[in-house]
Each structure stands twice: as C-alpha cells, then as structure tokens.
C-alpha cells in the first residue's frame, strides 16, 4: 500500500514538472511584433523548423521577406518553387523542404501578422 502511494505521487510529481514546459513550448507567437529580439533565430517565431527556414532563406534576402508572410500552405509551396526555379535558390532535400513547409504554414501561414 505504502509503496502504491509512492508511486502515485511520483508520477504525479513528474506530470507537475512536466506540464508546464509543454504549456510554454505550445504557446504560439502570431505576430512578428511579438517576437523576442534577443531569439537566436529572429525575426522569425520559435517553432519547430525554424533553424531550417532561417538558414535556408538567409542567403539571399532578410527574413523579414519571409515574416511579411502570412500565407496559407499551398502558396508557400508555390514560393518554394518559385525561389528554385525563378530565384537560384538550391533545391531543398524533399525531408527538409517538408519541414520548411511544415514550419511556413504553421508558424507564418494564414493569420500571421507580419
Ligand atoms: C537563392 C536566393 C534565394 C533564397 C535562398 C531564398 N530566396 Fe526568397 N527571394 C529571392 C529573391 C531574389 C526574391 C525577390 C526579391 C526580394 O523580395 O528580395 C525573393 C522573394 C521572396 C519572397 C517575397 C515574394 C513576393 O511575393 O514578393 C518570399 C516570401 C520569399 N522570398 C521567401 C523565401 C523563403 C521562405 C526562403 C527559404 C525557404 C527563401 N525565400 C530563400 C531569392 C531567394
């Protein structure tokens, strides 16, 4: 019985712990004027993704091009392509052009302030 109750309280002593890193890591930034200047990766908002996005698209021009954003999955797919075929942007692995994609749409896709 004794050792029951430890265990319960163990693990609810790890959820406690546990809950609140996750409510933080899925706060969402929806604006660019929300997000910390002192992020390694601004001006782009945290999120899964993002070191992808900042060090493929940095070559070429600020990411502030990139935080006007905004835009809904299917027209930074269109972007993607342009960038490589109209842009000389190099061809990203299929993988990683998929986490871009993922990161554009979720983090800077429709109602992004940017
Ligand atoms: C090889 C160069 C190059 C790379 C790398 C690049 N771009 Fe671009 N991009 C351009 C050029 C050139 C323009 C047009 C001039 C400008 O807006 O600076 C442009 C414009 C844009 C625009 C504005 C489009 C419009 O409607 O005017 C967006 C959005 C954009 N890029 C997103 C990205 C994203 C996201 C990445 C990374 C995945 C990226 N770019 C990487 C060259 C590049």
């Known amino acids: 019985m004794t050792k029951h ?3 319960c309280g163990a693990a609810i002593a790890a959820l406690l ?7 933080s890591a899925e706060e969402r930034i929806t604006r660019y004027a929300d997000v910390p200047q002192d992020f390694e990766f601004y001006p782009l908002p ?3 993704g993002v070191e992808e996005v900042y060090y493929g698209c940095i070559a070429c021009h600020s990411l502030r091009t ?3 954003g905004g835009y809904s999955r299917a027209v930074w797919d269109e972007l993607l392509d342009w960038m ?3 842009q ?3 061809e990203p692995e299929p993988d990683i052009r998929n986490v871009m994609l993922d990161y554009l749409s979720t983090y800077i896709g429709e109602g992004w302030e940017g």
């Not at 712990?17 to 409510?23: E, H, I």
């Open 84 to 86: 490589v075929e109209n």
């Open 88 to 90: 000389g942007m190099m």
């Open 66 to 68: 990139v935080t006007n």
């Open 17 to 23: 712990m546990v809950l609140p890193l996750q409510a």
């Open 46 to 48: 945290p999120g899964e």
């Open 5 to 7: 109750v430890t265990g």
